[in-house]
């Protein structure tokens, strides 16, 4: 017999729906280790970020102490040319003088060096800068410094004594640096530094946002510390603080950073799609809608970038490799009168370069598909479609597609028309004060010059009746004539020569450099001041070497001198008349002249210093306020500098010294 079939069994499925449930388990399976691997990416994302967190902490660890130790070592460097020149002779008013000027300069450049000090071999304080009430001895910080001190005599070179707290949190350090003359030792320079300041003047303000940085010793406790965040650091960093060693170190702490809302809200988008791609199975729904959405974000990113480009007032302007156009924007198409259409593909030469310089455009043109188009952008003509000239600086960068690949090169073009006006209005308007200033100086001078040409005019009057005199007698000889004619023409030069320097130091003219004797340029201006020197009973002094021919706009330099000549004059109109002397005295060095002016009058305020070259400034009761304005910007149009100090051997202690700079170039030829 035949073994009869199993008969199915009412509750198991047919065979299609078991295929299809076996079906459905794969998608369901794939989703599950969707989200597996999701996690397990976020996971090695967060881990990866950690490490790479930590990679950046300790490059910028590295960097930082290298910056510190650069800092402290340029220090010591200054520090070592200092007890040079203080070793080079014995102690005197001008070493203590040179040690007060350059200590104070040190100082204000350095806010985190509290001292600077100058001990002698003993270690007896010989000047401190600023001063301080002196500490006991029998004091710890005297004790500390007292044994630095031994340390740097006995080893013979710069010693950083050990850390101590003057204040919570407020860690200071000595650092003792030798004076030898001779192998023998005559005393020591001490720096003071406040290791708050040190790190607040030094740690730029962006490693401060993301780190917190503290200095501590070898028993972890805290002598400086600087920060702008708050919370529990998730990473620090310790390293050896060398310069200036004794057990400090580094101490730099990460803080996390908050995670990005958008990163989280990406984060559960995903998972919340997988969640309902496993519990509802609606693939072909689900990439509808996804599509759907793509879609809809390609338009909203095209609208956006469409809206975008029509706002910009920049035009922008696309060339692929050959130099051919591939886009332009809408400002570009308003800026040269062409539309899009006429420009797309267009090959060189292009409709908006101007004939007259199609030769500059056409090299700019290769020297930008070379890649040699400089960083700071170039200046060309261009021209709209109605053939009108336009100004545009140009600024052009690589484009770079979606895989890297440089396809061509992208330019931001600037319509500058306005603004080269503007420059050009406003060089004029400099030029027309410049010129309204000499006339200032001329009208201020006018009494002075009259009386100076009226003694040539005077004199040429006297002789001339005294020929006519000798004509009247009828008994005279041409030889008896000669002499006297001889006497009219020298007179009439000398007035010719006044009139001639007032002529040239009035007249308009473009600023134009060219070799000048530096000679010529003084001995005009004296010849101008002296008259004035003589009236208010003021002896002028004049230092000068062998000067040199300089590349400079005569008229401009001769503004200068003049002005501060005349500034001198003026500010001795209350000093004894035995005291009134107006220096001139010029310096050469292998890079540059320098002309000083001195005089022995009122002096600069400490209040006005800081307005001294302000334009319409003045402390004259009649002065312009353009003076000084004025020449601080045709010594800077030169390449060079004028500044003003007190002048160390006035009489009364407050006279001032000014002095201005001029490069020594290469004359054309």
Same mark, same amino acid.
Request: proline share 6%; with cysteine.
């Given at each position: 017999?035949?073994?009869?079939?199993?008969?199915?069994? !009412?509750?198991d499925?047919?065979?299609?729906? @078991?295929? =299809?449930?076996?079906?459905?388990?794969? !998608?369901?399976? *794939?989703?599950?280790?969707?989200?597996?691997?999701?996690?397990?990416?976020?996971?090695?994302?967060?881990?990866?970020d950690?490490?790479?967190?930590?990679?950046?902490?300790?490059?910028?660890?590295?960097? #930082?102490?290298?910056?510190?130790?650069?800092h402290?070592?340029?220090?010591?460097?200054?520090?070592?040319?200092?007890?040079?020149?203080?070793?080079e +002779?014995?102690?005197?008013?001008?070493?203590?003088?040179?040690?007060?000027?350059?200590?104070?300069h040190?100082l204000?450049?350095?806010?985190?060096?509290?001292?600077?000090?100058? =001990?002698?071999a003993?270690?007896?304080?010989?000047?401190t800068?600023?001063?301080?009430?002196?500490?006991?001895?029998?004091?710890?910080q005297?004790?500390?410094?007292h044994?630095?001190f031994?340390?740097?005599?006995?080893?013979?070179?710069?010693?950083?004594?050990?850390?101590?707290?003057n204040?919570?949190?407020?860690?200071?350090?000595?650092l003792?640096?030798?004076?030898?003359?001779?192998?023998?030792?005559?005393?020591?320079?001490?720096?003071?530094?406040?290791?708050?300041?040190?790190?607040?003047?030094?740690?730029?303000?962006?490693?401060t946002?993301?780190?917190?940085?503290?200095?501590?010793?070898?028993?972890?406790?805290?002598? /400086?510390?600087?920060?702008?965040i708050?919370?529990?650091?998730?990473?620090?960093?310790l390293?050896?603080?060398?310069?200036?060693g004794?057990?400090?170190?580094?101490?730099?702490?990460?803080y996390?950073?908050?995670?990005?809302?958008?990163?989280?809200?990406?984060?559960?988008?995903?998972?919340?799609?997988?969640?309902?791609?496993f519990?509802?199975?609606?693939?072909?729904?689900?990439l509808?809608?996804?599509?759907?959405?793509?879609e809809?974000?390609? @338009?909203?990113?095209? /609208?956006?970038?469409?809206?975008?480009?029509?706002?910009?007032?920049v035009?922008?302007?696309?060339?692929?490799?050959?130099?051919?156009?591939?886009?332009?924007?809408p400002?570009?198409?308003?800026?040269?009168g062409?539309s899009?259409?006429?420009?797309?593909?267009h090959?060189?030469?292009? !409709?908006?370069?101007?004939?007259?310089?199609?030769?500059? *455009? &056409?090299?700019?043109?290769?020297?930008?598909?070379?890649?040699?188009?400089?960083?700071?952008?170039?200046?060309?003509?261009?021209m709209?479609?109605?053939?009108?000239?336009?100004?545009?600086?140009?600024?052009?960068?690589?484009l770079?597609?979606?895989?890297?690949?440089?396809?061509?090169?992208?330019?931001?073009?600037?319509?500058?028309t306005?603004?080269?006006?503007?420059?050009?209005?406003?060089?004029?308007?400099?030029?027309?004060?410049?010129?309204?200033? &000499?006339?200032?100086?001329?009208? +201020?001078? *006018?009494?002075?010059?009259?009386?100076e040409?009226?003694?040539?005019?005077?004199?040429?009057a006297?002789?001339?009746?005294?020929?006519?005199?000798?004509?009247?007698?009828?008994?005279?000889?041409?030889?008896?004539?000669?002499?006297?004619?001889?006497?009219?023409?020298?007179?009439a030069?000398?007035a010719?020569?006044?009139i001639?320097?007032?002529?040239?130091?009035?007249? &308009?003219?473009?600023p134009?450099?060219?070799?000048?004797?530096?000679?010529?340029i003084?001995?005009?201006?004296?010849?101008?001041?002296?008259?004035?020197?003589?009236? @208010?009973?003021? &002896?002028?002094?004049?230092?000068?070497?062998?000067?040199?021919?300089?590349?400079v706009?005569?008229?401009?330099?001769?503004?200068?001198?003049?002005?501060?000549?005349?500034?001198?004059?003026?500010?001795?109109?209350?000093?004894?008349?035995?005291?009134?002397?107006?220096?001139?005295?010029?310096?050469l060095?292998?890079?540059?002249? @320098?002309?000083?002016?001195?005089?022995?009058?009122?002096?600069?305020?400490?209040e006005?210093?800081?307005?001294?070259?302000?334009?319409?400034?003045?402390?004259?009761?009649?002065?312009?306020?353009?003076? #000084?304005?004025?020449?601080?910007?045709?010594?800077?149009?030169?390449?060079?500098?004028?500044?003003a100090?007190?002048?160390?051997?006035? !009489?009364?202690?407050?006279?001032?010294?000014?002095?201005?700079?001029?490069?020594?170039?290469?004359?054309? +030829?």
């Amino acid at each position: 017999m035949s073994a009869l079939p199993h008969p199915a069994h !009412p509750l198991d499925p047919p065979p299609s729906k @078991r295929r =299809l449930s076996w079906l459905l388990v794969f !998608p369901k399976l *794939a989703v599950a280790l969707l989200i597996l691997a999701l996690i397990t990416l976020l996971w090695l994302l967060q881990k990866s970020d950690r490490e790479e967190r930590h990679n950046i902490l300790v490059k910028d660890v590295l960097w #930082l102490e290298q910056s510190l130790r650069f800092h402290l070592q340029n220090h010591r460097e200054q520090l070592q040319q200092l007890a040079s020149e203080l070793s080079e +002779e014995p102690r005197s008013s001008e070493q203590t003088s040179l040690f007060r000027l350059r200590a104070a300069h040190f100082l204000k450049n350095n806010p985190d060096i509290a001292r600077l000090g100058w =001990l002698d071999a003993t270690a007896e304080n010989i000047i401190t800068l600023p001063a301080h009430r002196p500490q006991s001895a029998n004091s710890p910080q005297a004790q500390l410094l007292h044994d630095s001190f031994d340390i740097a005599r006995r080893l013979g070179k710069a010693v950083y004594s050990l850390p101590y707290l003057n204040a919570p949190l407020e860690g200071q350090i000595h650092l003792l640096l030798p004076i030898y003359r001779h192998d023998q030792l005559i005393g020591m320079l001490q720096i003071t530094y406040r290791l708050n300041v040190l790190l607040s003047s030094q740690i730029p303000w962006w490693f401060t946002e993301k780190y917190k940085v503290e200095i501590v010793d070898d028993n972890d406790q805290v002598l /400086a510390s600087k920060t702008h965040i708050e919370g529990t650091s998730s990473d620090s960093y310790l390293i050896p603080f060398d310069p200036p060693g004794q057990g400090l170190r580094l101490k730099i702490s990460d803080y996390p950073s908050t995670q990005s809302p958008l990163q989280n809200m990406l984060t559960v988008a995903i998972l919340l799609l997988a969640l309902g791609v496993f519990a509802s199975l609606w693939l072909v729904r689900g990439l509808m809608k996804k599509s759907t959405r793509a879609e809809a974000a390609l @338009r909203a990113e095209h /609208a956006f970038r469409t809206a975008m480009e029509n706002s910009l007032t920049v035009g922008m302007r696309a060339r692929d490799l050959e130099g051919r156009i591939i886009y332009v924007n809408p400002a570009f198409c308003k800026m040269t009168g062409f539309s899009a259409s006429e420009l797309v593909n267009h090959d060189p030469p292009m !409709p908006y370069w101007a004939p007259e310089h199609m030769d500059e *455009a &056409r090299a700019m043109h290769q020297t930008v598909l070379a890649g040699l188009a400089p960083e700071e952008g170039f200046e060309l003509t261009f021209m709209r479609k109605n053939r009108e000239r336009f100004e545009a600086l140009v600024y052009e960068a690589k484009l770079i597609d979606g895989n890297g690949r440089h396809t061509g090169w992208m330019a931001s073009v600037l319509d500058i028309t306005e603004r080269k006006r503007a420059e050009e209005l406003a060089r004029q308007q400099q030029e027309q004060l410049q010129f309204t200033a &000499r006339l200032v100086t001329l009208g +201020e001078m *006018a009494s002075t010059l009259a009386h100076e040409l009226n003694q040539p005019l005077a004199a040429i009057a006297s002789y001339n009746t005294g020929c006519l005199n000798l004509l009247s007698t009828e008994n005279f000889s041409c030889a008896e004539l000669r002499p006297t004619l001889e006497k009219i023409a020298t007179q009439a030069q000398r007035a010719g020569r006044i009139i001639r320097r007032v002529h040239d130091f009035v007249r &308009r003219s473009e600023p134009k450099r060219a070799p000048c004797k530096l000679r010529d340029i003084i001995d005009d201006c004296l010849a101008f001041i002296e008259p004035e020197a003589r009236k @208010r009973q003021i &002896r002028i002094e004049t230092i000068l070497p062998a000067l040199p021919t300089v590349f400079v706009d005569r008229l401009l330099i001769e503004q200068v001198l003049l002005n501060l000549l005349r500034n001198g004059l003026d500010a001795m109109a209350d000093t004894p008349a035995p005291h009134r002397l107006l220096q001139l005295s010029v310096h050469l060095t292998p890079q540059e002249v @320098r002309l000083t002016v001195g005089d022995y009058g009122c002096g600069i305020p400490a209040e006005i210093e800081d307005k001294l070259y302000t334009a319409f400034f003045t402390t004259k009761s009649e002065g312009m306020g353009i003076g #000084l304005s004025i020449c601080r910007s045709i010594i800077e149009f030169h390449r060079g500098r004028l500044w003003a100090e007190k002048h160390p051997d006035s !009489p009364s202690g407050s006279g001032t010294l000014f002095t201005f700079s001029l490069p020594l170039e290469p004359t054309p +030829e």
